[in-house]
Antibody
Framework: QVQLVQSGAEVKQPGASVKVSCKAS????????VSWVRQAPGQGLEWVGW????????NYAQKVQDRVVMTTDTSTTTIYMELRSLRSDDTAVYYC??????????WGQGTLVTVS | QSALTQPPSASGSPGQSVTISCTGT?????????VSWYQQHRGKAPKLLIY???KRFSGVPDRFSASKSGNTASLTVSGLQAEDEADYYC???????????FGGGTKLTVL
């Protein structure tokens, strides 16, 4: 079965960077890209960006495009999201999701990133 | 403020039907078939219910159905059950460099 297993919670100071990993399994990794979606405490969902399986193509939300980098490691079927220059409003649960033509079919368990 | 507009709350009694709306614009909901609906129980990751406007994802009961008219998409939950109490989110492709936008979410209460 499809599984997306994310790295653990992080606490960072403002201005720092965080790198969240997402280990994919149970499907052909090269066939479908991955998006990242975040959810601030008590708030709704926000799309952060998308990365192709090879990592060669990316697309980022305007709000974070200057501060986010998404990469992949095909040898370990792991996807990474690095967010730089962290601000308090980046505090959120970050989910990696298998993105099948704009439908988020499978979700990781989420990684809480706290900026404080 | 979210790009897509959903009512903040909805409610119904067990066995009843409830419909949740999701209003966008001609640049998103009105132009593309890529409207999805997600269910999120408290403290859990969201789950895909509906994709491409009206297609149920694998394993989703047929009590969940969806449609679209113009710039507004709708999710209907029939035969309400206690387990349907959750937050529901819509999303749409915007055609703008592959951007996806979400609604603000609707909290469904089963009375």
């Amino acid at each position: 079965q499809v599984q997306l297993v994310q790295s653990g919670a992080e606490v960072k100071q403002p201005g720092a960077s965080v790198k969240v990993s997402c280990k994919a399994s149970g499907y052909i990794f090269s066939s479908i890209g991955v998006s990242w979606v975040r959810q601030a405490p008590g708030q709704g969902l926000e799309w952060v960006g998308w990365v192709s399986p090879s990592g060669e193509s990316t697309n980022y939300a305007q709000k974070v495009q200057d501060r986010v980098v998404m990469t992949t490691d095909t040898s370990t079927t792991t996807i990474y999201m690095e967010l730089r220059s962290l601000r308090s409003d980046d505090t959120a649960v970050y989910y990696c999701v298998r993105d099948n033509w704009n439908s988020f079919e499978h979700w990781g368990q989420g990684t809480l990133v706290t900026v404080s | 403020q979210s790009a897509l507009t959903q009512p903040p709350s909805a409610s119904g009694s067990p066995g009843q039907s409830v419909t949740i709306s999701c209003t966008g614009t001609s640049s998103d909901v009105g132009s593309y078939k890529y409207v999805s609906w997600y269910q999120q129980h408290r403290g859990k990751a969201p789950k895909l219910l509906i994709y491409e406007g009206n297609k149920r994802f694998s394993g989703v009961p047929d009590r969940f159905s969806a449609s679209k008219s113009g710039n507004t998409a709708s999710l209907t939950v029939s035969g309400l059950q206690a387990e349907d109490e959750a937050d529901y989110y819509c999303s749409s492709y915007t055609g703008s460099k592959y951007d996806i936008v979400f609604g603000g979410g609707t909290k469904l209460t089963v009375l």
